[in-house]
């Protein structure tokens, strides 16, 4: 009997992120999963990998550039290299720059 596969993904409400706190502190908190907004797309986050400007982050807080001049971010999800499934396209995402269907991407932010 031949089973059909959904490339549909339910998204939950919520999701579980490590957040900073005070430096070296991380916190596993629930937050609200996002909708993304004008030429976004929502990731289901399959696996991470942590590098040396993470573990700086955790330690020092982001760089004032980044951070605008703040030593120190409270509340900030550190991690920029992941890799997931496209599960959502916000508005006007261009269906050439991003697939319709879920698909597997590797990113770097």
Known sequence: MHQHRTNEYP???TMKAWVL????????????????GAAEVLVRVDA???CA???EIVKHGL????????PFNRGFTPGHEYMGTVVRLG????????????SRREMEA
């Open 63 to 70: 760089p004032a550039m980044i951070d605008g001049g703040s």
């Open 21 to 36: 706190g005070d430096p070296e502190e991380l916190t596993l908190v629930e937050k609200p999963v996002p909708v993304p």
């Open 11 to 13: 998204i939950p409400k």
């Open 48 to 50: 991470i990998a942590v």
């Open 91 to 102: 508005q006007s995402t261009n269906s050439r720059s991003a697939t319709a269907s879920p």
């Open 53 to 55: 400007t993470d573990i």
